[in-house]
């Protein structure tokens, strides 16, 4: 009797064992087939509204829309400056710059505050036209270029920047910007 009901004991904690290791490698490849999900999914993120409608984020890549509100606040941060707040600006646009494109910016920006640094030379720009385009991620902003020494108007001239980016996560960077020269007999 003793044997037999020590079998019989055994016989349910076999049981029981292998019940557990059937639900724990259930529970494991449920595990890795939700892992698999999660990594081949895009990922979004709801951006509240900004401009005219909510944004999202995807890692599948960048939105028209989003890339034109990027730009619009890149180019008043990066064509609007003064004297006074020449090393908020430097700052300010290395902070959005992707950091392969920082040390060539940064070189090029500092010429720029060394050569204003003390001057009353302000400069601001408004934008008359975008051309954006998600897949190569560029933009170019077409508008009036304003100089100004002390507090005269000195010059006014139509220029279009061109806004290179670099699309890494759910993270967009500027990698560079620079005037688009005109071709010979058109304007920019």
Do not use: C
Request: net charge positive; glycine share 6%; hydrophobic share 40%.
């Amino acid at each position: 009797m003793d044997l037999s009901y020590q079998h019989s004991q055994h016989q349910r904690i076999l049981k029981q064992r292998n019940l557990l290791f059937a639900v724990t490698g259930a529970l494991g490849i449920a595990s890795v087939v939700l892992l698999g999900v999660t990594l081949s999914r895009d990922r979004e993120v709801v951006l509240q509204p900004v401009l005219r409608s909510p944004l999202t984020v995807s890692s599948a890549g960048v939105s028209r829309d989003y890339l034109e509100m990027i730009t619009r606040d890149v180019v008043l941060l990066t064509l609007d400056r003064n004297p006074q707040n020449l090393e908020y600006w430097m700052e300010s646009v290395l902070a959005i710059t992707a950091p392969r494109a920082q040390g060539r910016l940064k070189a090029d920006l500092m010429k720029i505050v060394e050569e204003q640094r003390g001057s009353s030379i302000a400069q601001f720009f408004t934008i008359q036209s975008m051309t954006i385009d998600p897949d190569r991620l560029t933009s170019e902003v077409t508008g009036e270029l304003h100089t100004i020494v002390g507090s005269k108007v000195v010059s006014k001239q139509l220029r279009t920047f061109r806004y290179r980016w670099e699309y890494a996560g759910l993270t967009l960077k500027l990698i560079g910007f620079g005037m688009v020269e005109a071709e010979k007999g058109k304007k920019p």
